[in-house]
C-alpha cells in the first residue's frame, strides 16, 4: 500500500492537527495522553482550549510549542511539518515562530529586573539593536509605559502578565500560547488579561491560543475547543443575538423606540473525527441513565441520529 503523502495545509490555516497521537512511557508502561486529536486553527484567530487535568490540554500545548515530538499523526504550524523538524529546526522555531505566557510569573519574570528590563531581557539575548526602543513600543501595545519602571513585586497580578505578554512578543512571534495565563489572578483581573490579548490580536493579527480549565472564563473567547482523553470532544461558538427590548415592542404599538438589543451565548457542538465517533455530553448521558460502557440504540429518525438506552427485556 503505497504511502500518504500529507499535503501543507492552506495559508490562512495557522495549526492543522490531524489523527494527533502522544504517547509517553513511565515505568515501563505506555501512557496514551493524545489519542488521534482533530484540531484546526486559523491564522490571526483567538481560540481557547478547555479541558480537565489529565484530559491531554498540556501535552498539546507542549507539542505546538515545539518543547516536544508527536509520536504519530500530522502537526503543521505555520505550514510546516513539524514531525520533519530537527534540533536545529525547532530551535529556530521557538525563537522566531512561537511565544510562550507561562501561568506562574516567576516563570515569566525576573524579580530584581524592572518590567523594561524584563522585556529588554530576551532582546539582548537575541543580540537585538535598539532593544530599549523595541522594549518600550512593547510595553506600550500591552498599555504598560506608565509602569515600565516598576519591579515585578510592585505589580499587580493582571500587569505582570501584561510584561509577560510583551516579553512573549520579543521574537515578533506568529503563535502565541498562554498556559492558564489568569490561573493566579482574581476573576476581574482574569477579564483584564483577557481583554488585552484580544486588543493585542486585533493590532498585530497575532495568532493567540489560551489554555485553562476554567469554562466560565472560556465564555469570554468566541471559539472554543474542550479536550477530553485526549481527544477533541466539542466545541463552542460564541454568537450574538439579537433581542427585542420591552421599550421596542412599545415602539412596534405607538411608543417610543430602542436600539434593539444583544446578547451573547455560546453553542456547543459535538465533534464527529474522522473514524466517525463522539463523545456525548457526560451530562446527556447522565440524564438517560447511561453509564460508560453501556450499550445504546442509534437510530435514524427524520433525518436525526437518536440516541436510545437499550432496554432490557423483561419476563
Same mark, same amino acid.
Given at each position: 500500500m503505497p504511502k500518504q503523502v500529507l499535503l501543507a495545509p492552506p495559508e490562512h490555516i495557522m495549526v492543522r492537527c490531524d489523527n494527533l497521537v502522544k504517547i509517553y512511557k513511565k515505568k515501563g508502561v505506555e501512557v496514551m495522553a493524545l489519542q488521534g486529536l482533530d484540531l484546526t486553527v486559523n491564522r490571526g484567530e483567538v481560540m481557547g482550549i478547555i479541558g480537565s487535568s489529565g484530559s491531554g490540554k498540556s501535552t498539546l500545548l507542549n %507539542? *505546538?510549542?515545539?518543547? #516536544?515530538?508527536?509520536? !504519530?499523526?500530522? %502537526?503543521?504550524? #505555520?505550514?510546516? #511539518?513539524?514531525?520533519?523538524?530537527?534540533?536545529? +529546526? *525547532?530551535? +529556530?522555531? $521557538?525563537?522566531?515562530?512561537?511565544?510562550?505566557?507561562?501561568?506562574?510569573? !516567576?516563570?515569566? %519574570?525576573?524579580?530584581?529586573l524592572t518590567a523594561l528590563q524584563n522585556v529588554e531581557m530576551p532582546l539582548l539575548l537575541s543580540g537585538f539593536k535598539n532593544r530599549r526602543r523595541r522594549a518600550e513600543e512593547l510595553l506600550e501595545l500591552v498599555e504598560l509605559?506608565?509602569? $515600565?519602571? !516598576?519591579?515585578?513585586?510592585?505589580?499587580?497580578?493582571? +500587569?505582570?502578565?501584561?510584561? !509577560?505578554?510583551?516579553?512573549?512578543?520579543?521574537?515578533?512571534?506568529?503563535l502565541l500560547l498562554a #498556559?492558564?495565563?489568569?490561573?493566579?489572578?482574581?476573576?476581574?483581573?482574569?477579564?483584564?488579561?483577557? +481583554?488585552?490579548?484580544?486588543?493585542?490580536? $486585533?493590532?498585530?493579527?497575532v495568532t493567540i491560543i489560551i489554555v485553562t480549565h476554567d469554562i466560565n472564563l472560556s465564555k469570554e473567547i468566541d471559539r472554543v475547543v474542550a479536550i477530553r482523553d485526549g481527544k477533541t470532544s466539542s466545541e463552542f461558538i460564541r454568537k450574538n443575538?439579537?433581542?427585542?427590548?420591552?421599550e421596542e415592542l412599545a415602539g412596534k404599538t405607538g411608543g417610543l423606540t430602542s436600539p434593539q438589543q444583544t446578547e451573547t451565548h455560546h453553542e456547543e457542538l459535538v465533534v464527529l473525527d474522522r473514524a466517525g465517533r463522539l463523545q456525548i455530553p457526560k451530562e446527556y448521558l447522565t440524564a438517560l441513565g447511561i453509564k460508560g460502557g453501556d450499550k445504546v440504540k442509534v437510530e435514524l429518525e427524520n433525518e436525526k441520529i437518536v440516541i436510545l438506552p437499550k432496554q432490557e427485556n423483561k419476563l
Open positions: %507539542l *505546538l510549542g515545539g518543547l #516536544d515530538k508527536p509520536s !504519530a499523526g500530522a %502537526l503543521f504550524i #505555520d505550514g510546516h #511539518d513539524m514531525l520533519k523538524f530537527g534540533e536545529a +529546526e *525547532l530551535t +529556530e522555531y $521557538k525563537r522566531s515562530t512561537v511565544g510562550f505566557v507561562w501561568q506562574n510569573s !516567576a516563570r515569566n %519574570l525576573i524579580p530584581y509605559t506608565h509602569r $515600565k519602571d !516598576a519591579y515585578p513585586g510592585q505589580l499587580s497580578g493582571g +500587569e505582570q502578565q501584561r510584561v !509577560a505578554i510583551a516579553i512573549a512578543l520579543s521574537g515578533n512571534p506568529k #498556559d492558564e495565563p489568569t490561573g493566579s489572578v482574581d476573576s476581574k483581573t482574569a477579564k483584564n488579561v483577557l +481583554e488585552a490579548f484580544r486588543t493585542l490580536n $486585533k493590532k498585530t493579527g443575538i439579537d433581542v427585542v427590548s420591552l
